[in-house]
């Protein structure tokens, strides 16, 4: 196979890839329309409800686009007082700072998105740095 041929058939290959993944997504996204709105009676279970959303959607790199700022985010259920179900969040990173938006008693609007690629980890910029030869480097308390 020459170098031309290789190109065209990769190129063809990712096009097909990019249509089965666009397949899924707007499947399952249209299946999970039917939970948009639902809650169950307790913490535990509407948690158990969002866990088996997210593992699902895991399982092909999907997250849900948060209607509030349209990040990429991850389903959770927290403690809320006064809700015995708890409230459906949106959990996801903006600037760096872990954020939640939602926070209501039942399923929020579901839109689909890619997950996002790792970010990776960078060295704290305020790491101290060693002293250069023959420099005093002194405490001050």
Do not use: Y
Not at 66 to 94: E, N, W, Y
Not at 105 to 125: D, G, M
């Amino acid at each position: 196979m020459e170098g031309n041929e290789t190109g065209q058939m990769l190129k063809s290959l990712q096009w097909e890839l990019n249509r089965i993944q666009r397949t899924v997504r707007l499947t399952l996204q249209s299946k999970l329309q039917g939970l948009v709105g639902q809650s169950l009676p307790t913490l535990s279970e509407n948690r158990e409800l969002a866990n088996s959303i997210q593992k699902m959607l895991d399982t092909h790199s999907l997250r849900i686009r948060c209607p509030q700022c349209g990040h990429a985010s991850i389903l959770r259920v927290s403690p809320r007082k006064g809700m015995p179900g708890g409230a459906f969040v949106l959990d996801h990173t903006i600037d760096r700072k872990r954020t939640f938006h939602g926070g209501s008693s039942s399923v929020p609007p579901i839109q689909l998105t890619a997950k996002p690629e790792r970010k990776a980890k960078t060295t704290a910029k305020t790491r101290s740095q060693p002293a250069a030869a023959g420099e005093i480097r002194s405490k001050v308390g």
